[in-house]
């Protein structure tokens, strides 16, 4: 199961970094890179998680000696800052996006290419 | 400088044809020296002569003329070979510079060629030169002539066949006569460098080339011809060493420039290279 | 009759003639000022030929004699008789016996065959050659040109008399001369100068403002100061 | 103490208190932003102080008191003092630059700006990875921000281009965060580096990710196309903010970051990267004209620079973090400086920054950030490029210093090329530009670091007693008075330099070679200077340049060390580069002589890298025994110092430089800076000594070199028709002579050797000073439009006359002794066809020397040259002083050569000169040089009183009284025959002087500059592009990274 | 020879073909065809060297005439070209850009006739006659044996006999 959700995030990475490498609508790239992103959390979150854990809430004091199955909260904590960041970062590109959008009337990414060598 | 008159002498029954009276060369001079009108382009157009005479009377003056004299050892105290080879040069920046202030487009072309032809002339020599130093080890002229007494056989010209020919060819340019006088280039060029030469300047000019071809016939005579030990045989040899140069002027049509400059970087220059070999 | 086109022609001319490069002109100097250039003034010496007094005595004629016997031959052929002149350095002739030899620079002659007519042209070049010999100059005229025009005694171009323009020391009639001619001409010259007559150059300097008014009269671009040093 | 937490405090607080405030309060919300950072730098200059002052304890906080990853933990030590105090200021500088344009903008931008100086604050000083995930995150959101403030379509595509590849970048980091937690359980950097996950190779992938993306963010070559389309696209004042602040930090950050994958084999790779980074930066940059892109790829170029430091400080040890400091604040500085710079001039091209001559402070500041960026004294990288260059070959790490110095050259070419545009290109019109006091006072601020630094660095490094202060002082002062008029200045310069020959002549008493060059060096900077006082005006900037090549030129004569010697040199070259840029047409000629110089420069450097690293010591004298590579070393340095004696190959800058730079700088550079090289080349010799086998085929190569470069200097006069260029294609002649001399090694080879070098300087220095007069007086470089000056200049004529003579070599002047003596050592030697070379090209030497004298001199005058008078008595004067030494030089040899044939003496096995009286007697010849003067001297008196005498009468006449074919010349112009004199001679012989070398040099710049053409075709523009750049960075950094383990 | 003749005639309607010898004939052409017939000829026909340009003054018809004559290397013929131009006023087509000699024969037909060739380059510097002030000396109306008189100091004296008259008598005497 774990697997499955790992090489699903593994497999959005994949498909992001495809969509931001050959699609041409600067659009759908931003949503690309969004897929990315979400590939990296569902990564990171995978790999805190414990089978048949439980949710890092304890309630009572686990018991010297034995550990109980709850699932490791960091990652859990990165993922959530990851996502308020990954969010951010979206905006801003949507906000680039509408800039871009407004400067040259196009979403074709080959339109700008202003700056090079 | 005593000796000078007699040199003309030499130099005039030479130079001339068949027919010139062997006076003809001082009634020139007595008519140069004599011409009422004369004019000047400037300070440099005496200084020229001057220098010019002074590159030919310093050779001789720093020159042996006489082995084992004294007297005619002249001041060649003070300086040795390389003295001489560089004295030339005084007199050719004289020319050079005295012909420049006439302004006169035909001098800078003759200077031009001329100092162009020289640069190649002086290759052949100066091998020759080092040659004649390693195989006497000295620089000194009275030493190689000293080294070259007792007979014949002892002459640089059998000791060291190469560098007497290179230099003789160098010598065939400093002498100037064809095919290497396209510096004077009578005809295209009226008489090159010295075209606003004339009167008393000219004479000096005269006088000065009587002095420098002895000098260099005495020079060649004292490296490779066993110098002279008496007045007899310097003038002999001097008169074999400048008829060599007019006979090949004779039978030879002149050089274009290139092909002067050319030609001494080619034959004579690999001679030269030998006779260096065959000291090393 | 004069035509309409004639008379333009002469007005062309009217002006005395001077070629571009011989007009006053104003060039900038490096450091900005603008200075005025007379061609003529500024780079031609202005002097008039003086006269020489021969020195006394025997000094004189020692002098004399090595002047005759050492005659140095401008080479300017001016007409036809210069092809008369080469044969006289072949050894049938060899003028160099007698001391006579060429020299291509009229700075380093004495003497000036004109050999044949004068052009106005040619006339020109023959006086400012003159002049620029150093004195004592000696003038051969050879044939009949020189002397009366000869064949061209009625060209519009050609002059009729040397001596209206230049002293001639000696003249050598025929049409042409032999070099044979020549030579004696040259046996003459040095007769002259030996016994003190070979002073012309003087007579020149002496009757300079005539000459130059016979000059100045056919020639009439006269572009060059009165005495060519 | 304020604790650093109150960093992210007052920013973060202050950023959304500016939120809530509405248009109206814009003024307070302006006043609090100052603040804000004021405060910041307040802090950590605090703790700055605290560090150095009390050396204090580095400090942990964690905030609220809990460890990661529940708050973050900030540690405070030394470094991060350091750098968030030049992060802060640089933050407080760039924000007074662009608040106008902040202000413009709103306050939200003010708030952006807060943002991302906090954070890159913050991430300098987490310990906490993750917290430097976030930091780095919100620096470049807020970067993506301050992007915008331009509001140009580039401004768009390049924020969006950073934000895509960055997030890629961010979004390794994350998951190189995530396994390694996985692996270590904690977030700190230290518990993960003591985890030590690259043992075990499944975490080793975590300890890559992680570090992949840290060099992703600092934009290796060639995945960083996205990073210099910020820079280009930026405002320049953000484009400071990232170059200075945002550098620093990452680097800092790397740094902490780097022990992850500990392992020397990873360490080299990383120093790979940054070198690759360095040079192909560097190169991709030497096509670049827009400035911000310039200095972009300079940006990272100096970054890989570091990286690389940082990847062997294994290398290094302890040397690093100070060595990398001094690079870091002189790019930090500078590059700051220079990117406002651009703000000010706002100029698409590099061209453009001609308009920076308008405002003389801004352009001393241009040129100084530029020197810094390249490593000359007395700026830090100087010393930190020394010190790494030293360390380094110690430890036998050739191949390294070999990148650092190309890199550091391609760097120089486009610098200096910059340089030169901005000093001297034409341009029609100069663009306005406005300079406001707010944008001039951070550039201004950022200098004063600079220098600041140097100076404490320089106490760091413990180089202070290196520099002879003297000589620096008085150029500071004269830079202090440069408004004042030139003659008082003038006079000032020469005080100051008699003063201090005369108090550093004792310390020479018994040191000939030494009192001989200062002769050479001060006398002529004394008599050159004489000759300033022709010119007018103040001359901005003339004086203190000149001075600080003398300076430079003293210090070489009193270099004890190595560094010395090195810093000493290179003050020279920067002081004469500044020289002979002055020159009308200079540009070009003035750019190849500092390429080649600071090409020499490097392989100096390295040759004294190679005799420190053999010996430990820094003396000259280690020279004398290197025992590391020594026949390329003793290759190095005599290439080193040949640039500056311009040797055949290493020439083609000389003819130019020489010929086109102002008159009295002419003979500065000739006669007197070309002895510099002589002086090192004496150096080196006395070093090698007589026999050292290592050596043997070198000289032996340097005596064909020099006969060579005597024969192709000469040929080239020969073919000239300016006259300056004459005098330089002879200059690199007679140093031909003074090279094969040299290398002879042995007595008679050196005596004549000094001959010449004492001939030179005076023959040259004259010439060149009248030559430049006349040159000056006609408004003319071309020989052919001069003539007939003699009757003009009599004066100049003669010291032209005097100084042909020597030069020639003919008998009665100084000339011949070296002649003589050449004659014999050759002889001596056995170099026969060397020699004759040597003699044939002397000979060669009377065809230019003709031409110079008969065109300028002689011939016919021209029209618009009949009014000029003699050129200047100021320039006269030190040309008959230097005549006056000839002439005794000339009649007296002995005086001087006698000690020095002495002083020489020891350092070969025996005297083979001796000398009686005035004649000097040899095994193979004599010379007796007062008699011969006698002689001459009387004869030629005799001969020309007879011939005025004969001809007293002779009537003057003009100059067009000349027999002319029985025609009369026209004009003078057509009747001077000068041009191509010696055509009959460039048919025959010519082909010796095709320009062969030139040709090979131009192919050589064609080529680099084709390969950078070609090299940066990889930025396309496109964002996928860069994107697959940073993809393939990473797989192929995979792949080797396995393969490599 | 005989085809080209006739090929001039259909072009450019020459007239007066005279043909003088096998390889020479004269043609006259019309002052506006002539330069075309003469570059023709050299382009096309191979007549590709200039033997010269001359004129004649027919004083009487108050015309000049110029001829060219223009010479076929190949098959050595020539032809030359007659052109009558009007005396007054005397102006012809240049034909420099043809051969580069045409601009000296250009410059001494002015300089001798008076003939104006606008736009030959140097037309009218002086060639011999430096500073000419008179009618152009080759016009019949010019009397050179006056001018001469005037001008040039005749030496007096000077006789002169019809060569003929007097050699016969010198000669044979007798007859």
Redesign the interface.
Known sequence: MEYIILITGLAL?LMG?YG???IKN?FR?VIA?AL??TG?NI??VT??YLRNGMAPILDKMPTEGTTPAIVDP??Q??VL??IV?GL??SA??LT??L??YE??KSLD??S?????? | MLMSSTMRRIIARVSGRIGIPWYQPWIDLTKLYSLRTQISHGTMFYLGPVFRLMGGVGMFLFMPMIFGSDLWSNYSFSGDLVLILYFQFFGMLGMALGAGEGGHPYSAIGISRGLSQFTTIEVPMTLAVISLAIQYDTLSIAKIVEAQQGGIMHWTLFTNPFATVAAMLSLLGAFGHSPFNLVKAPNEIPIGPPTEYHGTFLGVLRTNSAILHVAEAALFMNLFFGGASNWFELIIKTFLIYFWSVFVGTVFPRFRIEQSVVWFLKWPTIIGIIAIIIYL | MEREFDKAIKEMYKEKFLAPENEVRQVSAPDGSIIEIDPLKDYFCQERPKEHKPRKGVVEDFLNWARAESLWVLGFGTGCGSIEIPPLVTPRFDMYRYGVQMRPTPRQSNVFIISGYLSVKTLKRAIRSYEQMPSPKYIIALGSCTINGGMYWDSYNTINRLDHYMPVDVYIAGCMPRPEALLAGFGKLKELIKSGQGEKANEYARNFDWYKANQKKIIRDWNMPDYNW | MVAPIYIIAIALGLAFTMGLFGKQLKNIAGVLFIAGLGSLTFISGQWLWNFMVNSAATEIIYTAGFKPPFAIVLQMGFEEAVLTTMINVAGLLGALYLFPLLDKKGNNAMMVYLIFIMSTNVAVMTSDIFNLFVFTEVESIALAGLILLTGQSKAFQAGMKYLIVSGISSGLLLLGIIFAYQFSGSLTIIDMINANLWAVKASSIAAFLLIVAFIIEMKPFPANGWGIDVYTAAHPGIGAMVSAAGASASLYVFYKVMPLVNGNDWYYFIALIGAITFVGSNLVATRQENPNRLLGYSSIGQVGFLMMILGLQDVLGERTLIISFSILISHYAAKAGLFWISGILNAENIKDWSALRKNPILLFLFGAFLFALIGFPPFPSFFGKWELIMTLSQTGNYSWIVVILVASFIEGIYLFRWLGYAIKLDHAQLPAFKTPWYQLIPIMSMGLILFGMSAYLTHVFNFGPAINYIPLLFVLAIFAIDFLPAYIKNTVSIAGIAYYTYYLWPSLENDLLRQIFIGIFLGGAILTLVAGYAKKGTRAGFYPMALMMFAGLVGLIEAKSMLQFFFNWELMTAGSYFLIIRGKRSMPHAYSYILFSIAGAYAILMGFGLAYGSQLNGNLDALSQISLLPALAYSLLAVGFMTKTASLGLHIWLPGAHGEAESDVSPMVSAILLKAGVFGLILLFLSIGVDNPNATTLLYVLGWVGALTTLIGNMGAVFQEDAKRLLAYSSIGQLGYILFAFTFMTHMGWLAGFTYTINHFMFKAILFLVIGGIVVKLGTHNMYEMGGMIKKMPFSFIAVLISIIVIGGIPPLSGFAGKWLFYNAVIEKGWYFQGAIIFFAGIVAFLYLFKLIYSVFLGQLKDNHRNVKEISAWILIPSYILIIGIMIFSAFPQYILQPISDMIAPHFQSETITWTGSLATTSLGYWDATTIMIVVGTAFMLLLGWLIWLSAKAQKVEQFNIVFAAERPFRPETTHVSYNIYAGYQKALGWIVAPGITNFWNTMSTNLLEFAGWTRRIYSGSIQNYTLHVILFIVVFYLISIGGL | MVEILKELEERFQVSDLVQQKDHLAFVSVDKNKAIPMITWLKDQAGYTSLTLITAVDWLEDGKFQLTYMINNPKNKTQIAARVMIDRENATMESAHHLWESVRIYQRELKEMFGIDFPGSPGVDESFILEGWVDIPPYRRDFDTKKYSEETYFPRPGRQSNDPAEYMKSKMYPNE
């Open positions: 990475i970094l931001i490498m050959y600067i790239i890179f990315f992103d990296i990564v990171m790999i805190g960091v990652p904590a990165l800052t990851s960041i951010g970062v801003l590109m680039y996006v800039k871009l400067d040259k990414i080959n700008f290419k202003d700056l090079k060598w």
